[in-house]
Nanobody, 122 residues
């Protein structure tokens, strides 16, 4: 349900913009965000944005990365500036959802996008 794009190779100090769009079948999306996983490391939260626009960031990216979303398009973005070699990782977008099924029961879960590789050369 999520399609991420925008990864690539960039020199240290450069910028990249990641995008992640939810398909039309995705329902009840609330919070959206980005995680990353470097080789040999656990997946970590980079940034998240609530449906109302409240943002959170990992300390390591504060002041350099900006998360935003377009609710009409169910799309989340991650603008990454001043990239460092330690930012290199596979970046994954996610979207939490909640809706009521035909029986009135809540359905909750998390969509994950396929990762997009960010490589930063020193």
């Amino acid at each position: 349900q999520l399609q991420a794009s925008g990864g690539g190779l960039v020199q240290a100090g450069g910028s990249l913009r990641l995008s992640c769009a939810a398909s039309g079948s995705a329902r009840g999306i609330n919070d959206m965000g980005w995680y990353r996983q470097a080789p040999g490391k656990e997946r970590e939260l980079v940034a998240s944005v609530s449906g109302g626009g409240t943002t959170t960031y990992a300390d390591s990216v504060k002041g350099r990365f900006t998360i935003s979303r377009d609710n009409a398009k169910n799309t989340v973005y991650l603008q990454m500036n001043s990239l460092k070699p330690e930012d290199a990782a596979v970046y994954y977008c996610n979207a939490d959802y909640m809706y009521y099924n035909d029986y009135g029961a809540p359905v909750v879960g998390r969509y994950w996008g396929e990762g997009t590789l960010v490589t930063v050369s020193s």
